[in-house]
């Protein structure tokens, strides 16, 4: 049997991957005839010696492939192999793992798991894919959004013995998009934290450190725009939340490291999947985001931020400024200085 599992969501398919390790039997056994392999670096001769194996003292063997799919996707056309020699092995391969996986044995149990962008050519020209399609279940897993992922979201905390607001639920949305590890991890939080009573709007500012994240985008926002009383409404209000000077500080280094380094990066012609794998962003929300400010924000202005964070965390640290008002001077003064 063949399962191929392909999009954007990776969360999912890792759920649907356990629930096809649930139900092969005794975990301990199935450790013992599993093999997770490789796709870009896999050659014909170890996917056969996995798939083709016997299971030992059990019923079937599971062979989990992750990007075996995306290897064969169209490449750019800028990106030519440079010898005819090449194109020809190039050319010989699909048909080789093709004919392997035709010709699986009944108890092997093959899960092919490939992050793709789901767009209107995804998969459409894959030499691969058209083969063993018809003979596998396919199942296309793209980002949530909107209703589904306000089912999502209510889903996973009702079966954590908890509930939330719509307006809790919009705040989680807004600040995590459909990142669902990032979802999960923070909606495990929350009904910890509140114990079995409804999840409301407070909670997630206070509890969820992506909402932390997003209040520090929007106070640079302000300070940028110089607008200084939105700005001190949210400095104001992370304080209340109990987020110390400390804390805050870091935040912001962070967020103007992150927009200095797309800058850079961009300025030296870097594709968009390299920009985000320098800088561990594997969130398409987050980095729509982040690209889009970086546009906003000159490389001057953001330097000058930055040094300013460096000068107030060290007035905090030698005792010069008590935090809450040297954090408070900070953002005031840039407000001024735009």
């Not at 799919?69 to 800028?78: A, I």
């Not at 010898?83 to 044995?105: H, Q, R």
């Not at 459909?178 to 009573?197: C, H, I, P, Q, W």
């Not at 500012?205 to 700005?231: C, N, Y």
Request: proline share 3%.
């Amino acid at each position: 049997m063949i399962h191929i599992f392909w999009g954007e969501d990776r969360f999912s398919m890792e759920e649907a991957l356990q629930k096809i390790k649930n139900g092969l039997g005794d975990p301990a056994m199935l450790s013992l005839n599993t093999s997770v392999l490789e796709g870009a670096k896999l050659t014909l001769n170890e996917l056969k010696a996995a798939a083709e194996a016997a299971p030992f003292l059990s019923l079937k063997r599971l062979v989990v492939i992750y990007g075996l799919l995306e290897r064969f996707e169209p490449k750019d056309k800028s990106s030519r192999p440079k010898k005819a020699e090449s194109t020809t092995k190039k050319s010989d391969e699909p048909a080789g793992f093709a004919d392997c996986l035709k010709g699986l044995p009944d108890t092997t149990v093959l899960v092919l798991v490939d992050f793709i962008e789901m767009g209107k050519k995804a998969l459409q020209n894959n030499v691969l894919y058209q083969v063993i399609s018809p003979l596998s279940d396919v199942r296309p897993f793209p980002t949530l959004k909107g209703t589904k992922l306000t089912q999502w979201i209510e889903q996973k905390i009702a079966t954590q013995g908890g509930s939330i607001s719509r307006q809790a639920t919009n705040i989680l949305m807004e600040n995590i998009g459909g990142d669902l590890f990032t979802m999960f991890n923070e909606v495990s939080k929350l009904t910890a934290f509140t114990a079995g009573r409804m999840i409301e709007e407070k909670d997630v500012r206070q509890i969820v450190s992506v909402s932390r994240e997003a209040d520090i985008f929007a106070m640079v926002d302000a300070v940028v725009d110089r607008k200084a009383g939105i700005a001190e409404q949210i400095l104001e209000q992370l304080l209340q939340n109990g987020v110390v000077p400390q804390q805050i500080l870091a935040l912001l280094a962070r967020q103007i490291q992150e927009l200095i380094q797309v800058k850079d990066l961009k300025k030296e012609r870097k594709s968009t999947a390299e920009i985000q794998t320098r800088l561990g962003i594997f969130s398409s929300f987050r980095w729509d985001k982040l690209a889009a400010r970086s546009e906003k924000y000159t490389l001057e202005k953001l330097i000058t931020i930055y040094r300013s964070l460096l000068e107030t965390d060290l007035a905090i640290k030698t005792g010069k400024l008590e935090g809450d008002l040297a954090i408070n001077i900070l953002v005031a003064d840039l407000c001024v200085k735009g």
